[in-house]
């Protein structure tokens, strides 16, 4: 079994390494990052310049894995290791990103970009991610990762789909379980702050203001608020089916440049 192992925290994160161990001694693992931070970058490629990667020494021992470091967003790790440095692979897993990745946020985080990629490729994809930003507790992700390590070493099939687990920044005896969910709204939204440097404005964003938008109990925030780990099933499909009458009506009355509108 080979493992490719990402993530939107930098080559240096510890929640990398803690994912990367969950599998050392099951599985070939490759770790393939960015070599920085790059959280909230989303699924974003890097078109016009070049990509650099550099093979690196692992961050702590493990037996047998090879690691890179990209200078690039965690979707161009996770394309070059697919496409160049590593090849096709039976996993990827995403994290364990330091900070949730709950409701709408999907759409701008890192962690889930990257493991887009794989999804996009036809290879079951892991989104990993823990509720705390300081102080967070990877060890019962990582148990989690290891366990399915040992289901996959054991002959068990994952289909090819993009799962986004999120759990509790909680000891193992405060999780009170896993519930398979779907996404909430979102639990926060953005601040802009004004700044000045030399006389030269500038602004600065901030993810510091809560908002309560589609939180029910079938949900991977309110799941996580109670202290149980979220498994969300994600497809690629964006689009609105239920709109589709509303905004063919809208637009619909249009024929062509130049054309009389019908209504």
């Known amino acids: 079994m080979k493992v490719l192992v990402t993530n939107d925290d930098g080559i240096d994160a510890p ?4 994912a990367a161990g969950a599998f050392a001694g099951l599985a070939h693992v490759f ?3 960015p070599d920085r931070e790059q959280s909230g970058v989303g699924s974003s490629l890097t078109l016009h310049a070049p990509i650099r990667a550099n093979r690196v020494r692992p961050a702590v021992e493990l037996e047998g894995v090879a690691a890179y470091s990209v200078q690039g967003t965690p979707a161009d790790s996770c394309v070059l290791a ?3 440095l590593v090849g096709p692979v039976d996993l990827v897993v995403s994290g364990i990103n330091s900070g ?3 409701g709408q946020d999907v759409l701008i985080s890192g962690t889930v970009g990257a493991a887009l990629q794989g999804y996009f490729r036809g290879l079951p994809s892991l989104a990993v ?4 930003v300081t102080e967070t507790r990877f ?3 990582a148990d989690l990762l290891g366990h399915l390590a040992r289901r996959l070493a054991g002959g068990a099939a994952i289909p090819p789909s993009l799962i986004n687990v999120n759990l509790p920044n909680e000891p193992a005896d405060r999780i009170k379980g896993v519930r398979v969910t779907r996404l909430g709204g979102r639990s926060y939204t953005e601040t802009v702050q004004d700044s000045e440097e030399r006389g030269r404005p500038y602004y600065r964003l901030f993810r510091n203001r809560p908002v309560q938008r589609d939180q029910g109990e079938d ?3 309110w799941a996580v608020r109670h202290n149980l780990v979220s498994i969300t099933p ?3 499909s964006m689009t609105d089916v239920e709109r589709m009458p509303e905004i063919q009506d809208l637009f619909g009355g249009w024929n062509g440049c130049g054309a009389d509108d019908a209504g």
């Open 31 to 33: 770790v393939v990052a």
């Open 82 to 84: 697919l496409e160049k």
């Open 100 to 102: 949730s990745n709950l």
């Open 234 to 236: 994600l497809y690629a």
């Open 129 to 132: 991610s823990v509720g705390a």
């Open 139 to 141: 060890e019962v992700a």
């Open 219 to 221: 949900t991977d925030i």
């Open 15 to 18: 929640g990398l390494w803690a």
